[in-house]
């Protein structure tokens, strides 16, 4: 699009922006006592994640719809505008229902930040460039995972609470400004038809299909009549939303992508990605703490590994990906995703901690190979006027896999050890280290369906990926 940005500020933005995305997600995790203690509604607090991550998912691909037709610019920052405004009405709450509501407006900030960070490093950067941009904002996800829970548990004891939250507003600010001075984008000014029946039908859906994976098993049990109502009510309207989609003039998801063999693979492969990261997130710490009988700190460093392994291979993919090309760079990775999930079903009572932070190291490092590439090749088989869509897309398919892989994990946990003890009372050691070898073993059969999805890829044609052809045409990145 010939843009000229001063491209150093405008990713110093984009990683700060997606810093305070992923912060946001787990650091009220450590203040939930002096939360409780303050605002009372012990039974509600756990909506305070689920209603952010739920209005991040469901509004993901409508910000993408969005910034193809208006630009990446405004889109990111009335992004950033709302999760300000999200983090200062959280920070003044009054009671855990005015919290848990201005944590959804939180997450709707959060859902245009996500995608837009990677569609404007996609428009900035080049194929060869992109592995080594996108490593660094996986290293600034692998930091927010550690430093988000920290830093809830410092502001908690030291301060308050409710600095968790006004923290952000200087960081917004820099955010917005670096990114509304120096990213500079020229938007094709044909009269935008945006399709406002099909996005709320499609949000609607979400809601319904993500709300009903969150609670399932919590708020409700599987297969009650208000699982089968939200599931089945989710279901209907994805239904509808084709239907509207067959006839709207400009759809907020053309259905054409939905056939293209590239973006269903890379987004197979984004779904895998989060099931797979969210088992070992939930799991891991689990058994290194109650099966290896280790503390908090140590289980948190065996798990870091994870998170260390992730930026290191993404770095590298681009040299990777520039010489074998980028579906023969995804499958390597998801061979060593393979490889890392098979070394799980090892583990046992008698293991180790450094052969845990060993085995998770190894599947970080498939990870960074496999997520980097696939996401762009299906950036850079699109245009510049579907290229938000199509990463909004991935994004969503990421954030529905971990919705999947959380609910499926826990069933298998719960009916594992019988549904005891929320805590943990009454499960011994030798039921949970079944449990949790269940867990690995699903993860190891999503690792068998993400390397099935890479070698689904198109193979590359003369080092570039194959392009999705349509109307608007399709552009290398």
């Not at 084709?242 to 056939?259: I, K």
Request: aromatic content about 8%; glycine content about 14%.
């Amino acid at each position: 699009m010939g843009l000229r940005s001063e491209r150093g500020p405008v990713l110093v933005g984009v990683m700060l922006s997606t810093a305070l995305v992923a912060i946001d997600a787990t650091v009220i995790a450590t203040a939930v006592p002096s939360v409780v203690a303050e605002l009372g509604g012990f039974a509600e607090f756990p909506w305070l994640f689920s209603v952010y991550l739920l209005a991040q998912a469901v509004t993901v691909p409508v910000y993408g719809k969005l910034a193809d037709l208006f630009g990446r610019k405004p889109v990111m920052l009335a992004g950033i505008g709302l999760f300000l405004l999200g983090s200062v009405l959280c920070g003044a709450a009054w009671s855990m229902g005015s919290l848990i509501a201005f944590r959804a407006v939180q997450g709707l900030g959060a859902g245009a930040v996500q995608p837009m960070s990677m569609t404007i490093v996609g428009d900035l950067y080049s194929l060869e460039e992109r592995a080594r941009v996108q490593g660094y904002i996986a290293s600034v996800w692998a930091v927010s995972s550690v430093v988000g829970p920290t830093l809830g548990g410092v502001f908690s004891e030291y301060v308050s609470w409710r600095w968790i939250f006004f923290v952000n507003v200087p960081l917004c600010l820099v955010a917005a400004a670096a990114i509304g001075l120096r990213f500079a984008e020229r938007v094709d000014r044909r009269r935008p038809r945006f399709d406002h029946t099909g996005a709320a039908v499609l949000t609607v859906a979400l809601t319904l299909l993500v709300l009903g994976l969150l609670e399932g098993g919590q708020a409700w049990a599987w297969g009650s009549p208000q699982g089968v109502a939200v599931l089945g009510g989710g279901a209907v309207l994805l239904g509808v939303f084709v239907l509207v989609e067959r006839r709207a003039a400009d759809p907020v998801v053309p259905l054409r992508l939905l056939r293209s063999r590239l973006l269903v693979a890379t987004n197979v492969v984004s779904a895998c990605v989060g099931a797979v990261l969210l088992g070992l997130t939930s799991y891991v710490p689990t058994f290194v703490q109650d099966v290896l009988g280790t503390g908090p700190l140590v289980a948190g460093f065996a798990l870091a590994a994870l998170t260390l392994g992730w930026p290191i291979s993404a770095s590298l993919a681009g040299r990777v990906y520039l010489r074998i090309g980028l579906r023969a760079t995804a499958c390597l990775g998801a061979a060593v995703v393979l490889t890392g999930s098979a070394l799980l079903l090892l583990l046992d009572g008698s293991s180790g901690v450094l052969q845990v932070g060993a085995t998770v190291f190894v599947i970080g490092l498939g990870m960074g190979l496999t997520a980097a590439p696939t996401l762009i090749a299906a950036q850079a088989a699109v245009g510049w006027q579907q290229r938000g869509v199509v990463t909004g897309s991935n994004m969503f398919f990421r954030s529905a896999g971990s919705a999947v892989g959380v609910a499926v994990f826990g069933a298998v946990v719960n009916a594992t050890v019988g549904g005891s003890g929320a805590e943990g009372e009454g499960v011994t050691p030798e039921a949970l280290t079944t449990a949790v070898q269940h867990v690995f073993l699903g993860t190891a059969v999503l690792a068998a369906v993400l390397l099935a999805a890479a070698l689904l890829m198109p193979r590359d044609r003369g080092g570039a990926p194959a392009t999705v052809t349509g109307p608007t045409g399709a552009a290398a990145g």
